[in-house]
């Protein structure tokens, strides 16, 4: 993943700190005096790396996913499509090739699959013809990502495993997702229920400055 769909990222979530979509979450204050439910759920958010093995159900995905088409975009052009496979069958595949490429990462304490071993993987693709759309792809994920975490599941932001699935060896997998042409595989995003509880890492506010 590029630095910059990172920082769309980043700047995504904090257009949601007016978002409905947003439910209880760990207390923590996003500024002293100031803060809302909505900020604590956007404060709560983590990484998260280890899953249970616990299905999502599709209504709380579709929940999810309506939050995230709900996002910002450029003239309203929605210009992503979505992909999500929660089908543990299709996951083993393509985690097979990944494995038969790179033999070493099976080796990690706990390796069920390429996807931090999250149950469910939401693919994200953009408009390769509009200038704005991996904009509008990085709001739909900070969507996404703290709705999810309003319902108490978990989520992490992939570029690794979308890397290999634009390789020869994992065409096969990303050709299953079966995007339209014009929309390239940008992001994905892993969901489940959290098997951990990492401690949020600093952020260095000096990147904040007000011009006058």
Do not use: H
């Not at 693919?123 to 309003?150: E, H, K, P, R, Y």
């Not at 997998?173 to 600093?202: C, N, Q, T, V």
């Amino acid at each position: 993943m590029t630095r910059t769909i990172i920082n769309i990222m980043t700047v995504s979530i904090m257009a949601l700190i007016a978002s409905s979509c947003c439910g209880s979450g760990e207390k923590a204050q996003a500024t002293e005096g100031i803060t809302s439910q909505a900020m604590e759920t956007i404060m709560a958010r983590r990484s998260i790396r280890a899953y249970k093995s616990v299905p999502v159900s599709r209504d709380t995905l579709d929940a999810v996913l309506r939050c995230g088409i709900n996002a910002a975009n450029a003239m309203n052009r929605q210009s992503w499509e979505i992909r999500v496979v929660d089908n543990a069958r299709q996951i083993d595949d393509v985690t097979r090739e990944f494995v038969r490429v790179n033999p070493k990462m099976a080796e990690a304490p706990g390796f069920v699959n390429m996807f931090r071993n999250a149950p469910v993987v939401i693919f994200v693709a953009n408009a390769t013809d509009s200038g704005m759309s991996q904009i509008d792809c990085g709001l739909l994920g900070g969507n996404i990502m703290i709705a999810a975490t309003s319902l108490g599941l978990g989520t992490c932001c992939l570029g690794g495993p979308v890397a290999f699935l634009k390789t020869d060896d994992g065409r096969f997998f990303l050709d299953r997702l079966g995007f339209s042409e014009g929309y390239e595989l940008l992001y994905a995003i892993a969901i489940g229920y959290p098997a951990e509880s990492p401690d949020a890492k600093p952020r260095d506010t000096s990147k904040i400055r007000y011009v006058f």
